[in-house]
């Protein structure tokens, strides 16, 4: 109810929620992927951004803070995380047709080894694991998860995620092995089609006037569970390792899943240290005036038009922040 109300309100006020201020948008997943944003409404969103707004680069949007200049009004940045195929069999081609830029992040060994994402390995366990109960010790207890239908294997994979996300790097692994043995599944080697990941020569045949490269760190650990020198070796480590392989220089940086508290001092000090321009989170907010352009904000890209909209206007933005707000003066009462 409050959502509504608080939308309602804001309805009319959305050309202006939104001005000297920049959405950094990103995408993960296309087509008929898990959580894939499909071909068509994919393509509808960037119809809607050539007619009204003004699509530009992290390297300009940079470029102006720097010199600390006024935004292009109505400018927009595009990025999509991680790097699976299906970005070059269905975005791609659209971004190519209608000419517009997006900057690609890339987990360095994921590409350069062909081994697995994390959260990709976990996600394969739980749909391709025998149906039944499988308990399993996560967050210093025991929990039973039901394998079944595919909502009961997403809920279990979510629920697994979840912990890894509180998790250094070996305890997370060990924690997907310790699945993966009670199950009795047996990940392959390579990901199979579903969690395919681009390659070199994939990467290769790309328009850099239509992709800038970025990284999205060695194996996309949350930062904050690493050593200072395991987080060097993501950040910088990264950097040299996909510039050599690509042929590319990279400016930017994606810190991996994006939360602010998946982040510390010593991660946006080593992003600067190691040469990048630029450096994005997904915390769900407006670039404005004055960032930090190594803490820049993203907001994760909507899966329907009509929603995309509200985002780019600021209506769904401001709704939530306000409700938030709400829910908090309500609950001091």
Known sequence: MLKSIIR?????????????????????????????????????????????????????????????????PNSVVLTVDDGYRDFLEVAYPLLRKHQLTVTLFLVAQVLLERS??????????????????????????????????????????????????????????????????????????????????????DLARLDPAVVDIGSHSLTHPILTKCDYERQRREIAGSRELLAAALRRDLTSFAYPNGRLCDIDARSVQLARSAGYSSAVTCDGSFVRRGANPHLLSRIGAAYTLAGFREQLDGVSYWSSRLQRRGELAGAAE
């Open 116 to 201: 697995w994402l994390w959260f990709d390995r976990l996600h394969y366990v739980a749909h391709a694991a025998p149906a039944g109960a499988v308990r399993l010790e996560v967050a210093g207890g025991v929990r039973t998860y039901q394998l079944g239908s595919r909502e009961s294997r997403n809920a279990a994979w979510e629920s697994i995620a979840d912990c890894c996300l509180e998790l250094d790097a070996e305890q997370r692994d060990a924690l997907i092995d310790r699945f993966e043995l009670e199950t009795g599944t047996t990940v392959p080697g390579e990901a199979p089609p579903a969690y395919a990941y681009l390659t070199v020569s």
């Open 8 to 72: 309602r309100a804001l309805a009319p006020l959305s050309g202006h929620l939104t001005r000297g201020v920049v959405p950094v948008l990103t995408y993960h997943r296309f087509g008929s992927a898990f959580r894939g944003l499909s071909a068509a409404v994919f393509e509808s969103q960037l119809v809607y951004l050539k007619r009204n707004y003004h699509v530009t680069t992290l390297h300009e949007l940079v470029t102006r803070l720097s010199a600390n200049a006024e935004f292009v």
